[in-house]
Each structure stands twice: as structure tokens, then as C-alpha cells.
Nanobody, 124 residues
Framework: QVQLVESGGGLVPAGGSLRLSCTDSGQHFTSYLMGWFRQAPGKEREFVAAITWNSARIYYIDSVRGRFTISRDNAKNTVYLQMSSLKPEDTAVYYC?????????????????WGQGTQVTVSS
């Protein structure tokens, strides 16, 4: 059974950094494409970044490319999102998700498992 738990959110001033973590308590973490999504108030949940099981392929939304870095440690069943140069428009609840298919990194409908989310607030 997959259970994803995010941590690392918080309040940070513009220009600051945060590192989000997402740990899977199951036994098949290495089977999944892992993604990060975010949802701001009144907006749809949007794709942020994704990483294949072996870290060979990494995907980003254009607005975070060069500022955010996704990585994973399969020995720890954990995926990370290092966020730097944060902007107020990055404020959202951030969710990690796991996809068994691995072919649709940007499509939230193709993800099978979701965490509960962690709040990131960037003050101006």
C-alpha cells in the first residue's frame, strides 16, 4: 500500500528557499514516477515537477525551471523538491504523487496516489 507523507512546508520571505520531502511508507517506491503538484486558492492543481524511478528523466513546469530541483533517494523512499528564489506566486499547497504508468508525468489524472499536501507561503 502506498502512503505518501509530505513535509517541509512553511512561511518564507520572497527570495528564500525551502526543501519539501515526500516519503512513501510502502514497498514499491522504485516502481513509480514521482511528481510534485501545487494548488493555489481558487486555482486548479497544476504540475510542478516529476522524476522517473531511476532519475534518468526530469520534468519541470517552465515557471519553476532553474529555481526548483526535484530529486529522489530510493534507499529512503523519499522524493524531494528543493525550492529556491521563491516568489509570492509560488504560494500554494504542494502535493506529491506517484504514478505507476510513468508515461504521463505532467498529467495529474494519470497519478495513482497522492499525499495530503503541505502549505508553502511566500511573503512579499
Amino acid at each position: 500500500q502506498v502512503q505518501l507523507v509530505e513535509s517541509g512546508g512553511g512561511l518564507v520571505p520572497a527570495g528564500g528557499s525551502l526543501r519539501l520531502s515526500c516519503t512513501d511508507s510502502g514497498q514499491h517506491f522504485t516502481s513509480y514516477l514521482m511528481g510534485w503538484f501545487r494548488q493555489a486558492p481558487g486555482k486548479e492543481r497544476e504540475f510542478v515537477a516529476a522524476i522517473t524511478w531511476n532519475s534518468a528523466r526530469i520534468y519541470y513546469i517552465d515557471s519553476v525551471r532553474g529555481r526548483f530541483t526535484i530529486s529522489r533517494d530510493n534507499a529512503k523512499n523519499t522524493v524531494y523538491l528543493q525550492m529556491s528564489s521563491l516568489k509570492p506566486e509560488d504560494t500554494a499547497v504542494y502535493y506529491c504523487a506517484a504514478q505507476e504508468d510513468s508515461r504521463w508525468p505532467r498529467n495529474k489524472a494519470e497519478y495513482d496516489y497522492w499525499g495530503q499536501g503541505t502549505q508553502v507561503t511566500v511573503s512579499s
